[in-house]
Structure formats: structure tokens, C-alpha cells
């Protein structure tokens, strides 16, 4: 139809879209664009029609620069295809998408605002583009916005964030075939090569409808039609400068319970929708973690970028880029991801040992709790309270056996010597230390370290009554503990990279006291041993059957005692302020119920012994190996499938952790030598190559 009323919708089409207003991100970021984006609705058939109520996006991009970065496929993974991994839960494919609040919005409009641009955003469309335009500009209004219907021009604007959004409907009452459709797109792409330059144009495909809930008037609009024109629109736009939007359409499919009119798009779909919009926008320009669809590779710092002004025209040159190699996902809780790992049935096999708390058991100990921690990050599970306040529970646990075995080996050993103690700091924060350097992360992100625990029974007493009292001193003074850990050198092992120490002492305040319990649960136990009160050299219980039983009671309460707490709390700042002070709770009646009977504490469980002889390596390993983007996602090398991906990533992750630890145990008699003399110039060198840094 290349009449008349085409070239005025063609001429129509242009002006919408001219590089003076079209200032929306969609497939490419530069350096100071600006955000122009519309789904368009024409009359004479154009593109729509009452039948299909196609849409269209386009996404506008302009910068001063007029070149683009060079970006990975995240922006075509997030606009072709995605799954759920979970109820109403949708997960792009390959990359992390942030959920955006209202404040994370507005944040995104000032900060580009800041830098001089404008973001200016049209929508252009059909009643359903109108319900995306009412919820955009819900999530950027600090007021509330009243949902209307309206057959005219909407906008809104709000000078505050620089921020001006329309939304253009006409309607047509004309039913165009899809021939018609068909020779109307074509005639409209080539326009679309005209703003290549500083244009993306992205084509959203038509969401489905469900027929079963159409009005009469409506019964005309068939999925069997709706496909009819997709197809349509695919086979035009594909090779086009255009690209296609067609997960709104997978999430609109998937969504359960659909839209109340069997029209207009369901609630839930509709805010994935405005989240992919608002990732393709702002990620780029703000530094989530876990918003890594349409945002650019990592680039070098210092020397790696240069600015060049030219004619007021700002440019990059960038030297080196440091690329994200694989892909991201989010983690998504559910009970049974979290639950089904953690329902392993192990066979306790015979030991050998029958001390209290050997080493077989602490073993196990440590390597059932670091696979409950694991599949914990893995699944995201810390927005559950009790579950959160249970691993808090865990990394006390590993902390307190940190205090028991090193004053258990120091009270049997007596060694108090300097290579002990070089040879432990080694063991602990050798990987650390390593990685801090290799990935440049601040040494308290790993915030699972060792600085080492120095100890006739009045002095213990004494000793124990001092620490507790500086623990408590550290605790109630801000100031003091800035003054202690913001001073030189301890400042750089703590501070983050903008040079707060927030985090190091929020992690300091959980777990004060842990290692301190477990001094004192070592020094208690060691005092009944030497004084035949407790005598574990034998597989029998430890004591008579009336107070063993009477202990296993006392045992369980102490740990259901704890469960209760978790889910009487209400808030995280409320339970965490009491976990430090009751946490003994549940591990010493944890240990009370594994040791107490002889028949159990003589049995222990080989798979996750092993896994505890490494748990250092895989707590540390996972956040680079297993985990991604700082903890906020998991690593995907195979996408679209979950279970055979984490098979994959965790028999590569746990194998790392082997190796690591075994090279870590090679290395540490060649760097902590026995000789005083070779330690000492060790500790020199050490000094010597870190100071500087």
C-alpha cells in the first residue's frame, strides 16, 4: 500500500523516531546516551491493527561520541530467551538481572542526569504498551500515578531526575490483512537504516492471548493469528537493523494465571517486563553486582582507559579490557533446592578415635556444615530468617572449633613456639592472601581468616576474663575499634575498596566471641579429663545411663532452644544482635548429642570427613570457582541447564579445592621452615615485598 496515507505514516514513523528525541538504550551502551524508547501503534494499518495489537519497541541510543563499546551477547540473551526457575521467577538466559526499586530507578535517571544527558522516554502504542508506560512511570514517580484509561497522548515528566516519558496511542478501528501487514513493515525498514547511526530498534513480539476470556468484541484475536504476524515480523525484521524482543512473549506464556481480560498482560509479567527495560537501561550505569545483562565488560583501571576531548566530544580509548568469560545467573531460593542437597543419608562408619570431638568427627563436622553453607549461597536461601540465623550458627561453629583445637593442641603439645604460629597463619590465609592479589578484592572480603589464639589454671582463668572484657571494650566503642582497625597496617587488611569498615566489623560482631567459647569448652573439658570425671578412652558412654540420658535431653533443648529463637526473631538486625551471646547454645548441645553416647561418637562419616579436611579451600575457592559476580550469582557454563550445570561446576570447583590444598600443605615446608634461622629470614622477605603494597 505505498500511497499516500504510507508515506504519512513512513514520514510519521521518522519523526518519532528522530535522533533529536530517540534517546533510549536497548542493545549497545555508550559513553553519555540518553534513553528514548517507544512501542509504536500507527493508524492505516500500518504496523497495528485491532486484530493483532502488534508492537513495536524502539530503543534509541545516542552519544556524543557516536561510537559504541563493544559488548558481549548479554543484551540479545536477555531480549531472546530465558526460563523459570522458579513460581513467577524469570531468569534471563546467560546473565543477572537486578530487580529494580523505585529508589534503584531514580538513582539510575540522576546518575545519568549528572552527566549532562537527558533521559527522555516514549512509549508508543496500544492499550497494552499504555499498561507498561502506567508501571515505568510508577517505578520513577515519588508520587503516586492514577491508571486510567485514554485514547490521547500521555505524559509525564519529572525534572528532579531529568527524566520526560511519553505515551502515544491511536486507535484504528480497520481489521488489515496480514498481507497488508506484511507490504507495511516492509516499507518501514529501510527507514530504520536511516538512524542506525544513532538508533537501536528493537521489535517486541506479541504477547498471547487467552481466547477463553476474550469479549466478543475481542473473539477476532487468535494466538493462531497473533502467531500469523509474529512470524510475519520475524521473517522482515530479522537481517534488519532491528532486533527482536521475544522473552516478554516466553515470560507472558509462562506466567501463571494470566491477564484478567484474556487481553492485556497479567500483573507479574508485566513487572518482569519494566525490569528488563529498566536492566537494559541502567546496568551499564550502575554498579549492581547482580545486574550483568546489557552492561559492558569490565574495563582496566589506572592507565588502561585515557579520555580524549575533541570538539567538546568525549571519546574513549581504551588499551585493555578485561572481559567476563562466562556466563551469570541469579540465584533463585526455593525449599526444595535448598532442602533436597541438604537430605543426604550418609553411612557412619567405625573409627578408631573415641576422644571427645577427635579429629575424625571435627572432620565431619566441618564437612557436613561447609556443604550446608554451600548449597546455602548456591540457592540464595538467605532471605529465609531461620535458615540465615542457622548458618550463622555454622561459621560460629567453625570458629569455635578454631578456638578448641588450637588450645587443645597447644594444652597437649606445648608448643608455643613462633613456627607454630607462622605455620598456622600460613595454613589459614595463605590462599587468601593469593587471591587478594590475583583478583584485586580487599583481604576482609573473604572475611574467613585466622590471626591465631595464644594460652596453670588461674593465669587460663585470668587470660580468659581479659580477652572477654577487650572483646566486649571492641564491641561497645565504635570509636576504639576504628582507632585499633583503621591505623597502619591492620587498616589494609580491613577497609573495603572505598575505605570503610563496615563489613569487617558487622562480620567481627556476629562471631566475637565464638573462638573464645571454644577456648573455654576445650579448657572446661581438658579440666574434667585430668580429674576422671569424664573418661573418653574407651567406647563406652561417658557417663552413667540415668546422666547420659538426662545430657541427650539437655542436648536437644539446647538446640531446639535456638531453632525456637530463629523463629520468634523478627528481623535480621534483631536476631543478629542476640546470636552472639547464645550461639554456645546450640553448639555445645550439639556437640553433647554426638558425644555423650559411645556408639556415636566412635562413628563417624567418611564423605564428609573428606570434605571437611578442605573446607577452608572451599569456602574461600567458591566465591571465584562455583559463585559469581561477588556471591550474587552462581557460575553458568552450561545454560538453560541448572542441574547438569552445577553437576559440572561443583565437580570442578571441589577439585580445585583438593589441589589447592594440597599444594598449599607442600608449600607451607618450604615457606614456614623448622630452622629459626630460615623463618626469621622468610618473615623478613614476606615484610620486605609487602610493605610497599
Avoid at 544 to 551: P, Q, T
Wanted: proline share 3%.
Amino acid at each position: 500500500m505505498a500511497d499516500n496515507r504510507t508515506q504519512a505514516s513512513s514520514h510519521e514513523i521518522t519523526y518519532y523516531l528522530n535522533i533529536e528525541n530517540a534517546k533510549l538504550v536497548a542493545l549497545c551502551m555508550v559513553v553519555g546516551f540518553v534513553m528514548y524508547h517507544g512501542v509504536i501503534r500507527l493508524k492505516y494499518g500500518m504496523v497495528f491493527s485491532s486484530i493483532t495489537y502488534s508492537q513495536v519497541i524502539n530503543i534509541a541510543l545516542t552519544a556524543d561520541s557516536r561510537t559504541a563499546h563493544q559488548r558481549n551477547d548479554s543484551c540479545k540473551w536477555l531480549l531472546s530467551d530465558g526460563r523459570f526457575p522458579g513460581y513467577n521467577v524469570w531468569q534471563p538466559y546467560g546473565c543477572m538481572m537486578h530487580k529494580y526499586t523505585k529508589l534503584d530507578s531514580r538513582m539510575c535517571m540522576h546518575y545519568i542526569s549528572y552527566w549532562g544527558q537527558h533521559n527522555h522516554i516514549t512509549f508508543l502504542g496500544d492499550s497494552r504498551i499504555r499498561q507498561l508506560y502506567f508501571d515505568f512511570v510508577s517505578l520513577l514517580s515519588d508520587k503516586e500515578i492514577p491508571r486510567y484509561k485514554a485514547h490521547q497522548d500521555l505524559k509525564f515528566e519529572d525534572k528532579k531526575i531529568n527524566v520526560q516519558v511519553w505515551s502515544i496511542k491511536e486507535f484504528n478501528a480497520s481489521e488489515d490483512a496480514m498481507k497488508n501487514f506484511e507490504v507495511n513493515l516492509t516499507m518501514i525498514v529501510p527507514y530504520w537504516k536511516k538512524l542506525k547511526e544513532s538508533t537501536h530498534i528493537i521489535w517486541m513480539l506479541q504477547d498471547p492471548v487467552d481466547e477463553t476470556k476474550l469479549k466478543a468484541n475481542r473473539s477476532a484475536i487468535t494466538n493462531l493469528q497473533i502467531d500469523g504476524y509474529n512470524k510475519v515480523a520475524m521473517d522482515i525484521v530479522e537481517g534488519s537493523e532491528a532486533k527482536i524482543w521475544s522473552s516478554s512473549r516466553l515470560v507472558a506464556q509462562g506466567i501463571k494465571g494470566g491477564s484478567q481480560d484474556g487481553l492485556h498482560i497479567s500483573k507479574p509479567a508485566l513487572e518482569w517486563d519494566i525490569q528488563m527495560l529498566l536492566n537494559m537501561y541502567c546496568n551499564d550505569h550502575m554498579n549492581h553486582y547482580d545486574g550483568t545483562c546489557c552492561r559492558s565488560p569490565e574495563w582496566c583501571f589506572s592507565s588502561c582507559i585515557v579520555f580524549i576531548q575533541k570538539e567538546n566530544k568525549k571519546e574513549w580509548k581504551q588499551s585493555e579490557i578485561r572481559t567476563n568469560f562466562f556466563m551469570k545467573e541469579n540465584k533463585y531460593y526455593t525449599p526444595v533446592n535448598f532442602l533436597l542437597p541438604v537430605a543426604y543419608v550418609t553411612i557412619l562408619e567405625s573409627t578408631d578415635q573415641t576422644a571427645v570431638l577427635h579429629r575424625d568427627q571435627t572432620d565431619e563436622w566441618k564437612g557436613w556444615m561447609q556443604l550446608i553453607i554451600l548449597i546455602y549461597h548456591l540457592t540464595g536461601a538467605s532471605k529465609v530468617l531461620p535458615i540465615y540465623m542457622h548458618i550463622r550458627v555454622l561459621v560460629s561453629a567453625y570458629l569455635f572449633l578454631t578456638g578448641y583445637g588450637h588450645f587443645t593442641y597447644y594444652w597437649k603439645k606445648g608448643e608455643y613456639g613462633l613456627y607454630r604460629y607462622c605455620e598456622v597463619m600460613f595454613r589459614m590465609n595463605f590462599l587468601v592472601v593469593v587471591l587478594c592479589f590475583v583478583m584485586n578484592r580487599p583481604y576482609q572480603f573473604y572475611y574467613f581468616f585466622h590471626f591465631g589464639n595464644g594460652t596453670h589454671y588461674f593465669y587460663l582463668v585470668l587470660k580468659f576474663i581479659i580477652v572477654g572484657t577487650l572483646i566486649s571494650l571492641f564491641y561497645m566503642s565504635e570509636v576504639f575499634f576504628e582507632k585499633v582497625f583503621l591505623t597502619r597496617p591492620l587498616k589494609m587488611l580491613f577497609v573495603t575498596s572505598d575505605d570503610s569498615i563496615h563489613e569487617w566489623r558487622f562480620r567481627w560482631q556476629l562471631d566475637r566471641y565464638s573462638t573464645l567459647y571454644g577456648m573455654i569448652f576445650a579448657f572446661a573439658y581438658q579440666f574434667l579429663c585430668r580429674h576422671r570425671i569424664i573418661v573418653d578412652s574407651n567406647e563406652e558412654n561417658l557417663f552413667s545411663r540415668g546422666w547420659s540420658s538426662c545430657l541427650m535431653v539437655i542436648g536437644f533443648l539446647s538446640l531446639g532452644s535456638y531453632t525456637t529463637f530463629t523463629f520468634l526473631c523478627r528481623n535480621k538486625p534483631e536476631c543478629n544482635s542476640v546470636h552472639s551471646y547464645i550461639v554456645f547454645l546450640p553448639i555445645v548441645g550439639y556437640i553433647i548429642v554426638r558425644n555423650v553416647l559411645g556408639w556415636l561418637r566412635t562413628r563417624y562419616s567418611s564423605f564428609f570427613a573428606w570434605f571437611g579436611k578442605i573446607s577452608l579451600e572451599l569456602f574461600i575457592a567458591q566465591y571465584h570457582i562455583w559463585l559469581n559476580a561477588d556471591t550474587h550469582g552462581v557460575l553458568v557454563l552450561i545454560p538453560s541447564y541448572p542441574v547438569l550445570n552445577v553437576i559440572i561446576t561443583s565437580f570442578i570447583f571441589i577439585c580445585i579445592s583438593h589441589e589447592i590444598s594440597k599444594i598449599t600443605a607442600i608449600l607451607a615446608k618450604h615457606v614456614v621452615p623448622q630452622e629459626l634461622r630460615h623463618l626469621l629470614r622468610n618473615i623478613f622477605l614476606f615484610v620486605l615485598i609487602l610493605l610497599p603494597i
